[in-house]
């Protein structure tokens, strides 16, 4: 219990100070403090990472499970971003609201009574697996390209209404290059919620042996925002899209996803 608590506290800690980390000046190839904060970043996945493995195998609700295994990955891919792109990392500070939201999220799952004995049986299965993985994934995706999208609603924006330049600004990335970054990973999330469905229908079509069993809110959701992404990359690529446009219907898919897979499971 107190190993818990010590590493609960270790975890807090260091995310906290990972927020001031995120301020310091690495756009101007500054070796040192990029060496700092991807070093400190790495620092973060190893905490997060031992702690999963801590609460992996005690009895502990899904959502609480899930939810410390999407910040491990979202951490990975965050430090791997960071190390082969700069214009990823000027998008840093734009995830500390995310980043603050998610981390308190699974504080307050952590409260919740446990739902079964063995959590644990959800990673047993190998299609169920990739189900989870992959919708992780294609959230953690979406997510980039959500905040990526918001760079450029914002920048564009703020560049219309003043003719100074403004210090926060400058850190972000162009908006051009912050619309590359938010199509890009809108495709990889349609490849990763396509294999989620996909996973998913084989896991419960084997498991229950019954069709229409597949079919819940969270699914339903989860198609209605791929076929949105996948009628938007279609169109963008055809016709294009003003960057309101686009930052509308990356937010709007964001949201279902968030309620499929969060939203309704707090609320059951």
Known sequence: MKLNFYIEFLTLGT?????????????????????IYLSYTLFI?????????LIYSSQTNSLYLVTSLLIVIFFIIHFIMSLFSKDYVRLRLLFIPFFFILMSFRYLTSFESNNSNNVTILFENNYLLIHIFSSLFSYTMLTISAVSAFCVNIKGKFLKKITYSNPFLNLLPSVYESEVISIKFLYITAFFLTLSLISGFIYH????????????????????????????????????????????????????????????????
Not at 15 to 35: D, H
Not at 45 to 53: A, G, K, L, W
Not at 239 to 260: D, E, M, P, R
């Open 205 to 268: 079509n084997i498991e229950y042996n019954n069709f229409y069993f597949f079919f819940n809110n969270k699914v339903i959701l989860s198609i209605v925002s791929l076929v949105l992404i996948f009628i938007f990359l279609i169109f963008h690529r055809l016709n294009g899209f003003t960057a309101l446009v686009t930052f509308k219907v990356i937010l709007l898919s964001y949201l279902f996803i968030n309620l499929a897979y969060f939203g309704i499971k707090v609320l059951e």
């Open 45 to 53: 996945v190893f905490v997060n990472s031992i702690y999963y493995s």
């Open 15 to 35: 995310f906290l100070f990972f927020l001031i980390i995120n301020f310091i000046n690495i756009e101007e190839n500054n070796k040192t403090n990029r060496f």
